[in-house]
C-alpha cells in the first residue's frame, strides 16, 4: 500500500508526505527514450519523497523498447517499464501507466520532452498545499507551429471551456499532476487524454482544479505523431462531452426529455389532423400525417431508448474495471521497492 496524504513534512518544502508517480507513454521515439528517462531522474534526484517513472512503451515499431530497457537498466529500479501489445493510442498507454502507479500523487507528462520535468515539483507542490485534485500545467510561451499547432489548439481550448464550463487557459498540455484517489476514479478510453480535467469534473469540483504555468521547449529529436486531423475528432469528443457532462449517469433525462417532446409533437399534428377529419376534409394524402405518426413512433423509440441507456448506465457503474488495452511485459515490483528515496 502508499503512503498516505496526512502528515505533514519537516523539512522547507512544506508539502505532505507523499509518494509520487511520474506517467509517461511513448510512440516510436527511440531518439528521445533514454534522454526522457534521463531528464525525469535528474529532475527528481533531489524530491524530498519517494518517487517512480512509469514509461509505457505503445507498441512501437522502432528500436523504443530496446532503448527504454537499456537506459532503466542502468538508472535504477525506480523506473518501470511497460510494453504494449500493439499501438493502442495515447489514452489506453496513459491508462496503463495509471493502472500500474503506486504513489499517492499522479503526474503525466509527454513524452517528446517538450514539457520539462523540472516543472513536476511545483505541480505537486500546489496540489498539496492547495488541497486541489488537479493542477494543469500552461504552456504560456508554448514552441509550436502557429497553423498546425497553437491556432487548432486555441480553438479547441475555448470550445472545450465553453462546452464543459471548466475556465483553463491550455487544456491540451499533457504535464498535469492530480490526486490518485481522484484520478483512479476515471476510466480513459478513446481519445479521453485530451479532455480529462472535463471527465474528471464528474466526480470532483471543478474548484479543486487550477493551473500552473509551465516551460515548453521545441522537439530537438524524432517527429510529432500529432496533425491537423486531431482538431476535427477534438470536435467530435466535445460531443461526448457535452453529454457525459450533463446527462452520463441519468440518460433517461436525455433521451425522455427529447423523447417527449418528438411524441409531444407528433400527438399535436395528428389531433390537429383529427379536428379537420371530423370536419369532413381528407386527411389521408396530406404530408403533414405521415409527419405526425413518424413524430409519434420516433417519440416512442427515444422514450424506449432512454430506459435502455438507463439500464446499461446502472450495468456499467455496478460491473467491474475495464482495460483498454493489453500488456506485453508488466514490472511486477513488490509495494515497498523500486522507489527512489531521498537521500
Not at 487557459?169 to 490518485?180: E, M, N, P, T
Not at 493551473?211 to 517527429?223: C, D, I, M, N
Request: hydrophobic content about 45%; proline content about 4%; glycine content about 8%.
Amino acid at each position: 500500500m502508499s503512503k498516505p496524504i496526512l502528515q505533514v513534512n519537516a523539512s522547507s518544502s512544506g508539502m505532505a508526505v507523499h509518494t509520487l508517480s511520474v506517467v509517461v507513454p511513448m510512440y516510436n521515439e527511440e531518439e528521445l527514450a533514454g534522454d526522457l528517462i534521463l531528464a525525469v531522474h535528474h529532475a527528481l534526484m533531489s524530491y524530498p519523497f519517494a518517487w517512480e517513472l512509469i514509461v509505457v512503451d505503445d507498441g512501437s515499431s522502432d528500436a523504443t523498447w530496446a532503448n527504454l530497457s537499456l537506459s532503466a537498466h542502468s538508472v535504477g529500479p525506480h523506473i518501470r517499464l511497460i510494453r504494449l501489445l500493439r499501438n493502442f493510442k495515447q489514452t489506453a498507454a496513459m491508462q496503463a501507466g495509471i493502472d500500474a502507479a503506486r504513489g499517492d500523487v499522479i503526474v503525466t507528462m509527454d513524452g517528446d520532452l517538450q514539457n520539462d520535468p523540472c516543472d513536476i515539483p511545483a505541480l505537486v507542490h500546489k496540489l498539496l498545499a492547495e488541497d486541489l485534485d488537479m493542477v494543469a500545467g500552461w504552456r504560456q510561451n508554448r514552441q509550436d507551429g502557429f497553423w498546425l499547432r497553437k491556432l487548432p489548439s486555441k480553438l479547441a481550448n475555448r470550445l472545450i471551456r465553453n462546452v464543459s464550463g471548466l475556465n483553463f487557459q491550455d487544456l491540451g498540455c499533457s504535464l498535469k499532476a492530480f490526486r490518485a484517489c481522484v484520478l483512479k476514479k476515471v476510466r480513459l478510453y478513446g481519445e479521453m487524454h485530451r479532455f480529462i480535467p472535463a471527465w474528471l469534473a464528474t466526480v470532483t469540483s471543478p474548484d479543486r482544479m487550477a493551473e500552473l504555468p509551465v516551460a515548453h521547449f521545441p522537439r530537438t529529436k524524432g517527429q510529432s505523431k500529432y496533425g491537423l486531423s486531431r482538431t476535427f475528432r477534438v470536435l467530435l469528443d466535445l460531443l461526448s462531452i457535452h453529454y457525459f457532462l450533463r446527462f452520463g449517469s441519468r440518460p433517461g433525462h436525455f433521451f425522455g426529455g427529447l423523447g417527449s417532446v418528438v411524441t409531444g409533437l407528433g400527438l399535436l399534428i395528428l389531433t390537429y389532423l383529427g379536428v379537420l377529419k371530423l370536419m369532413g376534409e381528407s386527411i389521408g394524402n396530406r404530408p403533414l400525417m405521415f409527419l405526425g405518426f413518424f413524430a409519434v413512433v420516433s417519440g416512442l423509440q427515444l422514450l424506449t431508448t432512454g430506459v435502455i441507456a438507463e439500464i446499461l448506465m446502472r450495468t456499467y457503474y455496478d460491473a467491474g474495471k475495464f482495460n483498454s488495452y493489453h500488456t506485453l511485459k508488466h514490472s511486477c515490483i513488490d509495494a515497498n521497492d523500486g522507489w527512489y528515496e531521498p537521500v
